[in-house]
C-alpha cells in the first residue's frame, strides 16, 4: 500500500515505541522497552498483587502478556505491520508479587509473509517461561 498525504514509513527501531504509545494493556501492565533493534526487542515489568491468582501467584496471563508484547513489537521491527496467527507458551517456574521480570525476543526466521519468534522470559538469570510465536507479515507500513 502506498503511503499517502505524505507520511513516511518509520523506521524499525523507532516502531516498538510507537506500539506501546498506542497499547493501553501494556501500559496497565507496567510494560518498559530495555532494549530495542531490528529483530530484537527486550521488555521488562514487575509482578503487582492485582496480577495474582487464587494461589497467590501471578496468573498465567501476565507472563504470557509480557512474552506477547515482546513479541508483537519484535515482529514489527521490520517496518511492516505483522499479526500474530499462532503463538504457545511453557510456564517453567511459579512468579510472586514483586518478581521483576524480562521478556528477550528474538526473530529466528522471516520471509516474505511469515516470522518465527522466540521469547525467553526471565526473573534474573532464570527462566520461568518459553514462548514462541509465529506472524503473518502485511504489505502495510508502519509509519510516522
Not at 496497565?28 to 492485582?50: A, N, S
Not at 528477550?104 to 518459553?130: M, Q, T
Not at 514462541?132 to 502485511?138: D, S
Request: glycine share 8%; proline share 2%.
Amino acid at each position: 500500500m502506498p503511503n499517502t498525504q505524505n507520511q513516511m514509513p518509520l523506521s524499525g527501531a523507532k516502531i516498538p515505541y510507537k506500539m506501546l504509545r498506542q497499547d493501553a494493556f501494556s501500559q496497565w501492565l507496567g510494560i518498559e522497552i530495555l532494549e530495542c533493534e531490528i529483530g530484537h526487542v527486550k521488555v521488562g515489568m514487575t509482578i503487582r498483587k492485582e496480577m495474582l491468582n487464587s494461589m497467590n501467584y501471578a496468573h498465567g496471563g501476565i507472563s504470557y502478556s509480557l512474552a506477547d508484547t515482546a513479541f508483537g513489537f519484535t515482529a514489527n521491527t521490520h517496518g511492516k505491520y505483522a499479526v500474530s496467527i499462532e503463538t504457545s507458551i511453557n510456564h517453567i517456574e511459579a512468579l510472586e508479587e514483586n518478581d521483576k521480570l524480562v521478556a528477550d525476543c528474538v526473530i529466528e526466521k522471516v520471509n516474505n509473509k511469515l516470522g518465527f519468534n522466540v521469547v525467553e522470559v526471565k526473573r534474573g538469570d532464570e527462566l520461568v517461561a518459553l514462548f514462541k510465536g509465529v506472524v503473518y507479515r502485511t504489505q502495510k507500513d508502519w509509519e510516522e
